[in-house]
């Protein structure tokens, strides 16, 4: 009785034990959960003052960059205020016109990188696998035509820049003539004009030929993206038909029953007429180089699929068929030999079967 009584005081100490590990590690791994979602919180904290720190940032860049040009209109607005108002108008709506065009050439530029910017990522998430629903090719000719007549646009400007360059220095010049003081606020001011219509005028120019460099730059990349579009959709397509053709191939061989006669020549329809010589064929997707014993080519699957079957009737099961792109037209076969004389042999013994009547070799150089 007293053993049995120790042996229970054990057990209950030993259970005791266990529950009080058991505890310590909930405890620890809560303390662990609660110390994971402090840190979290920490860096949802930190990420979002960040977010702040960038927001104001950018609102106080936002703000000197209006303040500045805002600085830069009046002064031009005081230059402009010294000369005679006609004079002065007709500079003010030279600008103005060159900003519009400006943007107007910068926005369209923004446009076409857009396009470009997303057939390149349709391109790479396709070469990835990603599917991605294909951007329908845009007709650029209304595009490009707004273009040029920006472009044209642009070179009015700096033709009118140019212009009234020259009539403001006539003017200059004439001035300084008749009035010789050097501190004389309206000559300051033709100076001033002339200047910065110069400055301008070197301005449009550059921004002119940035424009057409980046649209000349995006027109090639936009041409290779095309072509690459393209080469993948033809590669898909390809391999859609591979697909296709090898499950056509699988349910012909499986399903189709032995012929109830013994078939002939007669009934096999071979298809183009194929040459004494041998047959060489490049490209051929998913098929390896070598030299195929040849026995029917159709351009029709209801054609290629009917002969398939009466062959595997037969009691054939090994036929296959390769497809050439350039010709449009299966090559049905049932062997392959890396070497000449071993397709020469089999076709000068090629024996009575029916489905031999029209057997060529035909090599396939990838």
């Known amino acids: 009785k007293a053993r049995l009584a120790e042996e229970q005081r054990k057990a209950e100490a030993l259970a005791q034990q266990e529950r009080e590990a058991q505890a310590r590690e909930a405890a620890r791994l809560k303390a662990e959960a609660e110390e994971k979602a402090r840190l979290a919180e920490e860096q ?27 600085k830069a209109r009046l002064e031009e607005e005081q230059k402009l205020a010294n000369l005679d108002a006609e004079t002065a108008n007709s500079i003010k709506e030279l600008n103005e016109s060159q900003t519009e065009v400006i943007d ?14 997303a057939l390149k990522e349709e391109n790479d998430l396709s070469e990835k696998g990603v599917y991605v629903a294909p951007r329908p090719f845009k007709s650029v000719s209304k595009e490009n035509a707004e273009i040029a007549s920006l472009k044209d646009d642009l070179d009015k400007v700096i033709e009118e820049q140019k212009v009234k360059i020259e009539e403001l220095e006539t003017t200059y010049a004439s001035r300084k003539r008749k009035v010789r003081d050097k501190n004389d606020a309206l000559n300051i001011a033709y100076a001033e004009a002339i200047e910065e219509l110069k400055a301008k005028q070197i301005r449009t120019i550059k921004a002119k030929a940035d424009l057409e460099a980046s649209l000349e730059t995006i027109k090639i990349a936009t041409e290779e993206e095309r072509k690459r579009r393209i080469k993948r959709a033809a590669y898909d397509n390809q391999q859609d038909r591979f697909n296709k053709d090898k499950a056509a191939l699988e349910r012909i061989v499986k399903f189709t029953e032995p012929s ?65 792109v350039v010709t449009n037209k299966y090559y049905i076969y049932y062997q392959k030999f890396d070497g000449i004389r071993q397709a020469q042999s089999l076709l000068q013994t090629k024996g009575s079967e029916p489905y031999n009547k029209e057997m060529s070799i035909v090599k396939i150089e990838n």
């Open 44 to 70: 949802r904290k930190a990420e979002a003052l960040a977010q702040q720190e960038r927001e104001a940032q950018a609102r106080e860049a936002a703000r000197l960059k209006a303040e500045a040009e805002e």
């Open 104 to 117: 107007k050439l910068t926005e369209k530029v923004a446009v076409k990188q857009k396009d470009l910017d």
């Open 260 to 324: 109830p006669t013994v078939l002939t020549e007669e009934d096999f329809d071979f298809g183009q007429k194929q040459s004494n010589n041998i047959k060489i064929v490049k490209n051929i997707s998913h098929a390896d180089n070598g030299y195929y014993m040849v026995i029917a080519v159709h351009s029709s699957e209801a054609k290629r699929d009917e002969f398939l079957k009466k062959v595997v009737s037969t009691g054939r099961k090994d036929i296959n068929f390769f497809f050439d």
